[in-house]
């Protein structure tokens, strides 16, 4: 197991230290390649807190054992203690069932609903886009088809925060700004755009 850390570029005897892949510590980078002889090593020799412990983005052992799809490795965290963390979100809203459905890794996400996270499978993440949005994006059929039949259906028609869900259309939309050629500044008023996203400048750069 010291060899298998060693080739992973982590210091020897050091079983805590932070990697740059996920920023996360050994445990949370086993728990990620799905190496759960390690994880159980791991836990056995010292770094058992670490089956919770979240890296810089919000990001626990849990959430990148979803990602990847290492369902054993889900299982297991589960057992040891990892239970809560089914339904914890990122920093950037992404619950494990988000990520699960997002990689296709429809296994994962039944056990997800199965073991606690069933209310996550209409959970939208920080930029509005819920679990069916972000397997619709990614082609991922058979998760969609599943999130229908376990109670998804809303979010076939719901959009994630873009042009669909301003509360204004772009082109009503301005920002002004200062601008000039390094001897002094003129205001300029910009249109943020027109339903093709387009900026539009409303009147030229002027010297003052």
Sequence with gaps: ????????????????????????????????????????????????????????????????ACLKGHLSVCKWLFEVGAGADITKASNGGYTPMHIACQESHLSVCKWLFEVGAAADITKAINDGATPMYAACEKGH?????????????????????????????????????????????????????????RAHLEQPLAHP
């Design 1 to 64: 197991m010291r060899a298998w850390l060693k080739e992973q570029g982590f210091e020897e005897g050091d079983l805590r230290s932070p990697k740059s892949y996920f920023h996360m510590h050994p445990m949370g980078y086993a728990c990620g390649k799905g190496e759960l002889n390690v994880c159980k090593w791991l836990h056995n020799h010292g770094a058992a807190p670490d089956i919770t412990k979240a890296n810089c983005f919000g990001t626990t052992p849990m959430y990148v």
């Design 141 to 197: 059929l058979s998760v969609c088809k599943w999130l229908l039949d376990v109670g998804a259906a809303a979010g076939i028609t719901r959009a994630a925060h873009g042009c669909a869900n301003l509360e204004q259309p772009l082109a009503h939309r301005q920002l002004t700004m200062r601008a000039g050629d390094g001897h002094g500044s003129a205001a300029v008023v910009v249109r943020l755009g027109d339903v093709r996203g």
